[in-house]
């Protein structure tokens, strides 16, 4: 057939009208959820019209102008025509966008008290009255509240927000808001599976890709103002001065959005690129190379954060090697920092291969006896629970433990144990469901949010950090709603107390669109798909049943690891009796690690919340859940409604149809193919190896498999990424 020229402008208009009618994403979903095209919408287009007609920019400084650009571009797109700017007062401006320094004395006695409480990166979006006249006026004590503040306001006009009579007071509630990245030197990102890291080293330090611009922008949207650039499992040379000077080009980049930029310290690195032959911490020379190198640093990246380390941790270098402790270690480095205003992240993650203790207790026994002795410039990160990022894990006892050390939030983003970025899984659940855990370490109320945000125990100084899903991958994240966890991570950073259905909602409509059977719908999937994957993977409480390695896939057969504790066989623990860990008194007494009201609950099956059932108790195959159901029983129909649970998605799915472009339905619906078959593949490996112990059969309801055991166990992915 062949069109006419007419006709295929024709075509080409209806596409792109249809791509405007929602927040849809150009590119292939390389906007992010900042793709802005115009209101349609004529009230609420004239609304933000009136509003926005005369704008009092106040100002320059590189990061007022980046807020500067950001208001602009924003407003110019959604309302279809550029804004008029003005760098200096007139009574024609309906909206001023000024530092608290620069307004009137009124207008700064009548906000006193917002400004107090907005300290130097929170905003006011508020709707004043000047003259008789409504003016809205964005203000803030420094120049990121101003910035984190236009970002604020665009994102409620692509929500179609109303703006009549606004009053929005809004600052972080904790200080450190951190992307961990896992990249190494050559480009691969250790548990990355959106392709390659962004940062191009052999192109740096001259070659500034575009692109770490838009990475700046779509963080500083989001409030996130630092970024560990490099793997934890560190290379030395990323320290020395070739490698600084590309890192100080990134930096560059990154300064006007508000992010700094730190590194992973390799604690070997004196011996490694320094030629000495030790990394003693209390060895003169070491310490005195540390000091060197933070000079050379702070020479090329004045405003460098500082190092995060990973150290006697699975292989790392660190002070143990030389008989010295975590304290020593860090506190060496803080004090090389120290004159320049730099901190030592200090990880928590640590269990050793010749401690035979159950490794969920080690980093608590490790740590909570130095509560008191870092300096002040060191903070201690901790993973939400005490293993390793599982689809569910109790809290870390660590926190609430340590009131005299900043503890680091430390969630991961990329889905190591949680179907890479093939599978759809909304972590802000998962994250939720951690920062509202109650710890009992000061009564009632004493939540791991509160420990974070340092409102527990008074701390001067807090932090999260979310190991990044980052890659070059065109969207970025490999799958989709990957991006939705990225930018959930962000909003959770900024306040702990969001709950993920905002959050999954604020996510859709600037992602996608804001047509409210759309949102509705779609959000239940992103709410289900967490219980989902811990359904299909590891339901009741049972952890780290994937294959070795890669951890893709079930392998919960899987006992021949040099290390223990890196054998699913390990946490499970399933026999002709039973199935679980005993963590209680009885077995490895994890649970004293926690507050006597907390331990009393997870000590006993009865009172245990299900979810965490076998991750503290061994229990027999017919022991009895509070339904009736025996547990064998239980798990088989868990891992099945896993399975339903992405069906449900699927289903749910297909209303989104009409709502988005063909491609962007297309790409979701076919990776929640790909969850449905791995679903089943889990549910069916892991219901075949369990039930050759507990010898029952599957109850009804539970679909049989169609391969054997055999089958699964032969399966091999030597390619899986991330490893
Ligand atoms: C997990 C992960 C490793 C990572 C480690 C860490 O074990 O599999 O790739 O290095 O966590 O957090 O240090």
New binding site residues.
């Given amino acids: 057939m062949n069109i006419s020229a007419a006709q295929a402008k024709l075509f080409y208009i209806i596409g792109f009208l249809l791509v405007l009618n929602s927040n849809a994403q150009s590119l292939g979903g390389y906007d992010l959820w900042l793709g802005y095209s115009k209101i349609e919408d004529p009230a609420i287009l004239s609304e933000y019209q009136k509003h926005t007609k005369s704008i009092f920019f106040d100002n320059h400084s590189p990061v007022l102008d980046t807020a500067r650009k950001e208001l602009m571009r924003g407003i110019g797109r959604l309302l279809g025509q550029p804004p008029i700017m003005h760098d200096s007062l007139s009574l024609l401006n309906t909206m001023w966008v000024s530092k608290k320094m620069n307004l009137g004395k009124d207008m700064v006695s009548a906000l006193e008290a917002d400004f107090e409480r907005i300290g130097s990166e929170g905003f006011i979006i508020k709707s004043v009255t000047v003259n008789n006249k409504s003016i809205l006026l964005i203000t803030a004590n420094e120049d990121l509240g101003i910035l984190y503040g236009v970002f604020n306001l665009l994102q409620l006009m692509k929500m179609h927000k109303s703006l009549e009579g606004i009053n929005i007071v809004d600052a972080p509630k904790i200080q450190l808001r951190m992307l961990n990245h896992?990249d190494n030197l050559d480009r691969t990102v250790?548990?990355g599976y959106a392709g390659f890291s962004l940062w191009n080293w052999q192109k740096l330090p001259e070659y500034k890709d575009p692109r770490y611009v838009d990475y700046a922008r779509a963080n500083a949207s989001i409030g996130i103002n630092a970024t560990v650039l490099t793997?934890?499992?560190a290379n030395a040379l990323v320290l020395t001065s070739a490698y600084l000077e590309k890192v100080a080009a990134l930096a560059e980049v990154f300064r006007p959005y508000g992010i700094k930029v730190y590194l992973t310290a390799r604690f070997s690195a004196p011996i490694e690129i320094g030629g000495l032959n030790t990394a003693d911490p209390l060895n003169k020379d070491v310490i005195e190379w540390w000091k060197e190198r933070a000079e050379l640093i702070y020479k090329v990246i004045p405003d460098f954060g500082g190092f995060l380390v990973?150290a006697n941790?699975?292989g790392?270098p660190g002070p143990q090697n030389y008989g010295r402790s975590h304290v020593d270690g860090a506190n060496m480095l803080a004090n090389a920092l120290r004159p320049f205003n730099g901190i030592v992240i200090w990880?928590a993650?640590v269990y050793s291969e010749e401690d035979a203790t159950d490794r969920a207790k080690q980093a608590f026994k490790e740590f909570v006896p130095y509560d008191g002795k870092f300096l002040d410039n060191v903070l201690v990160q901790v993973?939400n629970g005490p293993i390793?990022?599982q689809p569910r894990e109790p809290f870390h006892p660590m926190f609430g433990t340590m009131p005299n050390t900043p503890l680091v939030m430390?969630f991961?983003i990329t889905q190591?144990y949680l179907g890479f970025s093939s599978h759809l899984v909304f972590l802000p659940k998962l994250f939720e469901e951690v920062l509202d855990a109650e710890t009992y370490r000061k009564g009632k109320n004493a939540t791991v949010a509160k420990v974070i945000d340092g409102s527990l125990f008074n701390k001067k100084i807090s932090g999260m950090a979310g190991?990044a899903n980052i890659g070059n991958d065109l969207n970025w994240t490999g799958h989709p709603f990957a991006q939705g966890n990225w930018y959930g991570y962000g909003r959770l950073a900024w306040n702990p107390y969001l709950s993920s259905e905002t959050v999954a909602e604020e996510w859709l409509r600037l992602t996608y669109s804001n047509n409210s059977e759309f949102v509705e719908a779609v959000k239940k999937i992103m709410i289900i798909s967490r219980e989902a994957v811990v359904n299909y993977m590891t339901p009741l409480g049972l952890h780290h049943l994937m294959d070795t390695g890669h951890?893709y896939g079930p392998g919960p057969w899987v006992s021949d690891l040099s290390r223990p504790e890196w054998n699913p066989t390990y946490y499970h623990k399933a026999d002709k009796e039973g199935i679980g860990f005993d963590r209680t008194p009885s077995g490895s007494n994890a649970t004293s690690q926690y507050a006597s009201e907390i331990a009393k609950i997870f000590n006993y099956p009865e009172t245990c919340p299900e979810e965490y059932l076998l991750w503290f108790h061994h229990l027999p195959w017919d022991y009895k859940l509070k339904n009736g159901a025996i547990l064998w029983d239980a798990i088989a129909l868990k891992y099945q409604e896993g399975v339903y649970g992405v069906e449900e998605m699927i289903r749910i799915w297909e209303q989104a149809r009409t709502y988005i472009s063909v491609d962007q339905f297309n790409e979701v619906r076919m990776l929640l193919e790909i969850q449905l078959k791995e679903a089943k593949w889990w549910r069916n490996a892991c219901l075949l190896y369990f039930q050759t112990f507990s010898g029952r059969e599957l109850p009804p309801g539970v679909e049989l498999p169609d391969e054997n055991l055999e089958f699964y166990q032969s399966l091999k992915f030597p390619y899986a990424p991330?490893n």
Avoid: I, L
């Fill in positions: 896992w250790e548990r793997n934890v499992n990973k941790s699975e790392q990880r993650f993973k390793d990022f430390e991961q190591e190991v951890h991330g």
